[in-house]
């Protein structure tokens, strides 16, 4: 396995270094944490909306503009991280990133006005998202040293993190102002920056491997069109993931407690549920991925996704739609690390951020088409939306069965 001993062995730029292979298994751990606090901070600052909606006196039309920042923020900074992660590795863009997501949540609960909000979620989304784009490069680099498909597992932590933060959160939140509690974050995420990120500055990402005769390796390269159409391609399944993640978080609940008369306990626990069949998978992916590879694990996932939500949407009663919600879960649950790590094998740290950028606008757009759709028709209906990008997802998945990397321009 010749790709296993060819890590980089020193810092960009430095003279030398050591040539021992960087700990792989630190290194994975590392960027595990990673993972699992950007799902921690986040969900922690989601269970406090409502709290800040509260004391800015925002109405649910300016909160929802303000809340555009977020997702404004991220978008105009992925694309910029991939290029910092071209110029100074993922690793240390990692680690800055990691710091500024830890500061920055603390800011909205230090504003009294929907404007001042937003502007402030401008940074923490910069923040958000360049940190999603950076540490997945980096496991898309430390996958290829592997040799496993182990970026499911990645995720799985993300998600993990996301339902312990949520759940915390939802614990003190009555105990807490979100000021205090926000701050607890900032510092809860600078520690675990503080000792998680030396593994990642220390030791560089693993180098691609030099085939024979390739003279200029760290020559960057140009992609070929054929390269960019597969990238686009492989962002559309990420987008089509993202948009049913995104639409079950804002109206899988509503859907229960309004169509199906659902009590607003379990009504609540519709997403939680939706959120832990989807945990389980991403730990379950490597070991999926290896039974079915790439293409399979695409093209299964999307169709379970779609019956999963076809149930979850149009069952007449409760307990059906919440096992199509976890059916739902389980089929969405490894096809945006997938499509994302086959991004970043084409292009590098230019192919993540392309595929999260196109797969960020998924989970944007989800909630107000459906919101429209619903206004159109109703909400069952609108549901079935992400039955039908799920197959979307399933058929580009097998329509991208041939992807190989591509040659270079």
């Known amino acids: 396995m010749p790709q296993l001993n060819k890590l980089r ?16 298994a630190r290194l994975r751990t590392a960027l595990t944490v990673f993972f699992a606090l950007d799902g921690f901070l986040f969900a922690g600052w989601v269970v406090r909306i409502p709290a800040i909606k509260h004391q800015t006196g925002a109405s649910a039309a300016t909160l929802g503009l303000a809340l555009l920042g977020v997702s404004a923020g991220a978008v105009v900074t992925m694309m910029l991280t991939g290029r910092l992660c071209r110029r100074f590795g993922s690793h240390p863009v990692t680690v800055v990133c990691g710091v500024l997501l830890s500061l920055s949540i603390a ?10 909000l937003g502007l402030v979620l401008l940074v923490f989304g910069a923040a958000y998202g360049g940190m999603n784009v950076a540490m997945n490069s980096a496991a898309v680099d430390l996958v290829a040293a592997l040799r496993r498909p182990v970026m499911p597992g990645f995720h799985a932590a993300f998600s993990l993190g996301g339902m312990i933060g949520a759940g915390l959160g939802g614990l003190v939140a009555g105990g807490l102002s979100p000021a205090t509690h926000l701050l607890i974050l900032t510092g809860v995420g600078l520690l675990v920056t503080a000792a998680a990120g030396p593994a990642l500055l220390r030791h560089p990402a693993p180098r691609p491997p ?23 391609l492989f962002g559309l399944i990420a987008l089509c993931t993202a948009y049913g993640e995104g639409a079950l978080a804002d109206w899988g609940a509503l859907h229960l407690e309004q169509d199906l008369h659902a009590h607003p306990g379990v009504a609540a626990a519709g ?15 490597t070991a999926l991925l290896e039974r079915l590879g790439q293409t399979r694990t695409l093209v ?5 996704a779609a019956v999963g939500m076809l149930l979850g ?88 069965r041939n992807a190989t990397h591509p040659p270079v321009a």
């Open 107 to 116: 800011l909205p609960a230090q504003t009294s006005s929907a404007l001042s």
């Open 271 to 285: 997403y939680s549920l939706f959120a832990l069949a989807m945990t389980a998978g991403r730990l379950s992916g």
């Open 9 to 24: 062995t020193a810092l960009p730029g430095g003279p030398g270094g050591n040539t021992a292979a960087p700990p792989s």
């Open 313 to 400: 949407s149009l069952a007449p009663t409760t307990w059906p739609a919440l096992i199509g919600f976890a059916v739902t879960g389980l089929g969405l649950a490894n096809i945006f690390p997938v499509a994302v790590g086959r991004a970043g094998e084409l292009a590098g740290p230019g192919g993540v951020a392309a595929a999260s950028t196109l797969g960020y606008g998924g989970m944007l757009l989800g909630p107000p088409a459906i919101g429209f759709l619903t206004d159109w028709f109703s909400l069952p209906v609108a549901l079935t939306t992400v039955a039908l990008l799920a197959t979307a997802a399933a058929a580009l998945g097998y329509g991208a």
């Open 300 to 304: 299964v996932g999307g169709a379970t």
């Open 210 to 232: 030099v085939e024979a005769g390739a003279g200029a390796a760290e020559a960057p390269r140009r992609l070929s069109g054929r390269a960019r159409r597969l990238v686009l």
